[in-house]
């Protein structure tokens, strides 16, 4: 097995753990929702802390039910990934690109072009 290819099945397993565990060991046991998310726990402190508080703005946008929201939410996930996978992509293709002109210019007669023409002007030759 390849070092990278460890490397990978060590992050894969650490990405499992960080999902299975929390569940396996029960961390949302006892409360009314389990794994909220940091704003509405902090909402519920704030609240908890001073009853009275009001917030300075209110969001621009607030949808409809909890479904419409997941649904933005991995909608905007799945856009950030994208830009991300762009991103790397276009850096992965330009230095390869980078990489073949370098090899391309240190060698000038082309090692892909060198041997087809030297075949084709022996055959020609030949003729």
Request: aromatic share 8%.
């Amino acid at each position: 097995m390849t070092r990278n290819a460890k490397i990978n099945t060590l992050l894969l397993f650490l990405v499992a753990a960080l999902a299975v565990l929390p569940l396996a060991l029960g961390l949302g046991d006892g409360e009314e929702e389990p794994f909220t998310g940091a704003d509405a726990q902090a909402e519920s402190a704030i609240t908890e802390l001073k009853p009275d508080y009001e917030p300075w703005f209110s969001p621009l946008y607030e949808p409809p039910s909890g479904e419409i929201e997941s649904a933005l939410f991995a909608l905007q996930a799945a856009l950030g990934a994208g830009v991300l996978a762009y991103y790397f992509g276009v850096r992965k293709g330009r230095r390869q690109g980078l990489a073949q002109a370098a090899a391309a210019s240190a060698d000038p007669a082309g090692s892909a072009a060198g041997p087809a023409t030297g075949s084709a002007a022996t055959t020609a030759a030949e003729s």
